[in-house]
């Protein structure tokens, strides 16, 4: 069993910036691909960016590249998103995630995803 536990969400104006963090337990993290999504209010929970085990491959969605950046600190077991040029837009719930072992394909999809933190908010004002 893999627990998530997201931190770093808070308010900030557009333009700011902010650093989630993403804590995993369990010994399989560092072969894990883990990922992270939002979900806006009345909205479907979206992908926003992907890493493999080894943080070598990453992926963006269109709306964050060049803003955001995934990587992840594996003797921690951590995971991180920094957000840079924030965007009112960009508040939402957001969450990280983790494919099961053996999974090694980066994805997109929430689907492609069998553990989920519960997620920490970010708000971005104009």
């Known amino acids: 069993q893999v627990q998530l536990v997201e931190s770093g969400g808070g308010l900030v104006q557009s333009g700011g910036s902010l650093r989630l963090s993403c804590a995993a337990s369990?010994?399989?993290?560092?072969?894990?691909?883990m990922g992270w999504f939002r979900q806006a209010p009345g909205k479907e929970r979206e992908f926003v960016a992907t890493i493999n085990w080894s943080g070598t491959n990453t992926d963006y969605a269109d709306s964050v590249k060049g803003r955001f950046t995934i990587s992840r600190d594996n003797p921690l077991n951590t995971v991180y998103l920094q957000m840079n040029s924030l965007k009112p837009e960009d508040t939402a719930l957001y969450y990280c995630?983790?494919?099961?072992?053996?999974?090694?394909?980066?994805?997109?999809?929430?689907?492609?995803?069998?553990?989920w933190g519960q997620g920490t908010q970010v708000t971005v004002s104009s």
């Open positions: 369990g010994r399989v993290f560092t072969m894990s691909v």
């Open positions: 995630a983790s494919r099961r072992v053996g999974l090694t394909r980066i994805a997109t999809m929430v689907a492609e995803y069998g553990y």
